[in-house]
């Protein structure tokens, strides 16, 4: 068994002979880092990095790694002047600038072949960076505070034999002491952090030996400080501050707390609540699951500080919720604060009700006013008749006659005049108890016509006045208007309008669709209070002589109230 190395070994370097006369042909896989950079006189070392899973099952096939310089195509093995070959790693001690050019590392499996190039840099010394290779990758420090640099040359570390560092600041080795403490293998502790620190150009020697040789190898770098300080919280939300809740609702209230500061750093917000003053505080979970939790919303970056922002939530508020105090804490190295409020049951929504009673008043009035428009006639003689104490007795105001009626006598049909002498009286009188005064019934023979109608006038409380469709018109023979009509309208017009001693009531015994030849105090009283039409609201055979009907309503609900002595003929006519 221990020939089958010998036999492989032997077997790999005949294939590479004939691999290398005809041409081999190798996967190429590349690495993170194809180029290494040095200066002259100082050590260099490219790695092989084909030995991975991502490339073939290394750990149970296997192999063997050569390395070759791609410009001579020699192939490089053992100790070649200052360049050492150590398996995956090919070492430079003293790298020249004939050193510097493109390198290939073949992988080669007893099935497959792989390979990979490497380039090595190697430039003459730049006094800016004291002699050194340079990386233009800054190490990064925040002040004021105390921070660490790192020197990147683990790899020749790692494979030395042995090694020692050493630390410069500005081509000068750093002493250690308070400001400067190495420690682990790699790293240098730097105290008190300040801004004056990113103009100093740091590097770190490391010596070692390999394989009876000695090597030296350093890298040179800036530093990076960024500042950054924070003073102790503030909160501004929740602020001792008492907040209203509905059972059963979510709820849900957001902590506020900013961090004066300036660069990276968040401060710790969460939530504790107590129900009471003698309790300690408890956590709330930061469980979604929970019905009452908390979520970390956002830390928002602002100028001058940071605004960190935590949602304390309730799926649903419960009566145990109420009375409890909730109190967010805002904490960083500088200190703490804290906020609280307490949740207590919504008062009543009289909004809603509020709005229904208006509705409900609204409607009322709404419904109300219809109902008077419509029944205001009815409501009215029914009173009258229910309540006759409450209305004066006929005469207690000196009047003699309920109403002065005023009807067109010359030029009328039979029926207007048939209509004032007897259907008028039937209703009015015989049947209601009014007592009319209808001028050429009632007047004295003989009488001055002026002062009979004036002192009847002033004798009576409403003005009746009847007219037809051609009452106040010239007819086709040229007979003008009644003027006993005219002088008893102007009359009654004066009383009405000027000294507004009666009321009047205008009755349309038949349609009149012209108002023009009207005299233009009826018009205007036509316009302001309307009129009552016989001809449409009249009805048809005992309708006429019913009190009950829409018509003799109107003309009743116009009339002065009776008094108690009238009650029992009203009840009949309400009866009826």
Same mark, same amino acid.
């Given at each position: 068994?221990?020939?089958?190395?010998?036999?492989f070994?032997?077997? +790999?370097?005949?294939?590479?002979?004939?691999?290398?006369?005809?041409?081999?042909?190798?996967?190429?896989?590349?690495?993170?880092?194809?180029?290494?950079?040095?200066?002259?006189?100082?050590?260099?070392?490219?790695?092989?990095?084909?030995?991975?899973?991502e490339v073939?099952?290394?750990?149970i096939?296997?192999?063997?790694?050569?390395?070759?310089?791609?410009?001579?195509?020699?192939?490089?093995?053992?100790?070649?002047?200052?360049?050492?070959?150590r398996?995956?790693?090919?070492w !430079?001690?003293?790298?020249?600038?004939?050193?510097?050019?493109?390198?290939?590392?073949?992988?080669?499996?007893?099935?497959?072949?792989?390979?990979?190039?490497?380039?090595?840099?190697?430039?003459n010394?730049?006094?800016?960076?004291?002699?050194?290779?340079?990386?233009?990758?800054?190490?990064?420090?925040?002040?004021? @505070?105390?921070?660490?640099?790192?020197?990147?040359?683990?790899?020749?570390?790692?494979?030395?034999?042995?090694?020692?560092?050493?630390?410069?600041?500005?081509?000068?080795?750093?002493?250690?002491?308070?400001?400067?403490?190495?420690?682990?293998r790699?790293?240098?502790?730097?105290?008190?952090?300040?801004?004056?620190?990113d103009?100093?150009?740091?590097?770190?020697h490391?010596?070692?030996?390999?394989?009876?040789?000695?090597?030296?190898?350093?890298?040179?770098?800036?530093?990076?400080?960024?500042?950054?300080?924070?003073?102790?919280?503030?909160i501004?939300?929740?602020?001792?501050?008492?907040?209203?809740?509905?059972?059963?609702s979510?709820?849900?209230?957001?902590?506020?707390?900013?961090?004066?500061?300036?660069?990276?750093?968040?401060p710790?917000?969460?939530?504790?609540?107590?129900k009471?003053?003698?309790?300690?505080?408890?956590?709330?979970?930061?469980?979604a699951?929970?019905?009452?939790?908390?979520?970390?919303?956002?830390?928002?970056?602002?100028?001058n500080?940071?605004q960190?922002?935590?949602l304390?939530?309730?799926?649903?508020?419960?009566?145990?919720? !109420?009375?409890?105090?909730?109190?967010?804490?805002?904490?960083?190295?500088?200190?703490s604060?804290?906020?609280? !409020?307490?949740?207590?049951?919504?008062?009543?929504?009289?909004?809603?009700?509020?709005? !229904?009673?208006?509705?409900g008043?609204?409607?009322?009035?709404?419904t109300?006013?219809?109902?008077?428009?419509?029944?205001?006639?009815?409501?009215?003689?029914?009173?009258?008749?229910?309540?006759?104490?409450?209305?004066?007795?006929?005469?207690?105001?000196?009047?003699?006659?309920?109403?002065?009626?005023?009807?067109?006598?010359?030029?009328?049909?039979?029926? @207007?005049?048939?209509?004032?002498?007897?259907?008028?009286?039937?209703?009015?009188?015989?049947?209601?108890?009014?007592?009319l005064f209808?001028?050429?019934?009632?007047?004295?023979?003989?009488?001055?016509?002026?002062?009979?109608?004036?002192?009847?006038?002033?004798?009576?409380?409403?003005?009746?006045?009847?007219?037809?469709?051609?009452?106040?018109?010239?007819? +086709?023979?040229?007979?003008?208007?009644?003027?006993?009509?005219?002088?008893?309208?102007?009359?009654?017009?004066?009383?009405?309008?000027?000294?507004?001693?009666?009321r009047?009531?205008?009755?349309?015994?038949?349609?009149?669709?012209?108002?023009?030849?009207?005299p233009?105090?009826?018009?205007?009283?036509?316009?302001?209070?309307?009129?009552?039409?016989?001809?449409?609201?009249?009805?048809?055979?005992?309708?006429?002589?019913?009190?009950?009907?829409?018509?003799?309503?109107?003309?009743?609900?116009?009339?002065?109230?009776?008094?108690?002595?009238?009650?029992?003929?009203?009840?009949?006519?309400?009866? @009826?």
């Amino acid at each position: 068994m221990g020939q089958i190395p010998q036999i492989f070994i032997l077997f +790999t370097v005949f294939i590479s002979g004939v691999a290398m006369m005809i041409g081999e042909q190798c996967e190429e896989h590349s690495t993170m880092i194809k180029e290494i950079s040095t200066v002259t006189g100082y050590s260099a070392m490219l790695k092989c990095t084909l030995a991975r899973t991502e490339v073939f099952n290394y750990r149970i096939t296997p192999y063997n790694i050569s390395w070759y310089e791609q410009k001579t195509g020699r192939e490089l093995s053992g100790v070649t002047g200052s360049i050492h070959v150590r398996g995956s790693m090919l070492w !430079f001690l003293t790298a020249t600038l004939e050193d510097a050019g493109e390198y290939q590392c073949v992988l080669r499996t007893p099935e497959r072949c792989f390979e990979q190039a490497l380039s090595l840099t190697v430039k003459n010394p730049d006094p800016e960076y004291c002699g050194l290779p340079y990386t233009s990758y800054k190490q990064i420090m925040y002040a004021p @505070a105390n921070g660490e640099l790192v020197c990147h040359l683990e790899g020749y570390m790692d494979n030395a034999d042995n090694y020692s560092i050493q630390w410069y600041k500005n081509c000068t080795p750093i002493q250690e002491g308070e400001q400067y403490t190495p420690f682990g293998r790699s790293k240098l502790n730097v105290q008190k952090v300040h801004r004056g620190m990113d103009k100093d150009v740091y590097s770190c020697h490391v010596n070692f030996s390999l394989s009876g040789s000695t090597g030296h190898m350093a890298l040179s770098f800036a530093v990076e400080v960024i500042e950054v300080w924070h003073e102790k919280p503030s909160i501004s939300e929740p602020v001792n501050e008492i907040v209203m809740a509905d059972y059963g609702s979510p709820f849900s209230k957001t902590c506020r707390v900013f961090v004066l500061s300036k660069g990276l750093t968040i401060p710790m917000v969460y939530w504790m609540k107590k129900k009471n003053k003698e309790e300690s505080l408890s956590s709330v979970s930061a469980s979604a699951s929970e019905r009452v939790h908390y979520i970390n919303l956002s830390d928002n970056y602002l100028e001058n500080g940071i605004q960190s922002e935590t949602l304390l939530r309730f799926t649903e508020v419960k009566e145990e919720d !109420f009375g409890c105090t909730y109190v967010c804490f805002g904490q960083n190295d500088k200190g703490s604060v804290s906020g609280n !409020f307490t949740l207590q049951p919504q008062d009543p929504d009289l909004k809603a009700p509020l709005i !229904f009673v208006f509705m409900g008043l609204v409607l009322v009035f709404v419904t109300g006013t219809m109902l008077h428009s419509l029944l205001k006639i009815d409501i009215t003689l029914w009173c009258r008749s229910s309540f006759p104490y409450l209305y004066s007795r006929p005469g207690s105001d000196g009047k003699k006659y309920d109403a002065f009626v005023v009807y067109p006598q010359m030029g009328s049909c039979s029926w @207007a005049q048939k209509f004032v002498l007897h259907t008028l009286p039937q209703v009015l009188e015989e049947s209601c108890g009014y007592r009319l005064f209808i001028y050429g019934r009632d007047s004295t023979p003989g009488e001055a016509v002026v002062s009979n109608i004036q002192e009847s006038l002033a004798k009576s409380s409403v003005l009746l006045f009847l007219y037809t469709a051609s009452t106040f018109s010239e007819s +086709t023979s040229g007979n003008k208007p009644d003027e006993h009509l005219l002088l008893t309208q102007q009359m009654g017009m004066h009383c009405v309008l000027m000294e507004d001693s009666m009321r009047v009531l205008l009755v349309e015994l038949e349609e009149v669709t012209d108002y023009s030849s009207f005299p233009t105090s009826l018009q205007h009283l036509w316009r302001k209070q309307g009129v009552v039409q016989w001809w449409r609201q009249g009805g048809q055979g005992p309708e006429q002589l019913c009190p009950s009907s829409r018509f003799w309503k109107k003309v009743r609900y116009s009339m002065p109230p009776r008094g108690q002595r009238e009650v029992q003929v009203e009840n009949a006519l309400l009866e @009826a």
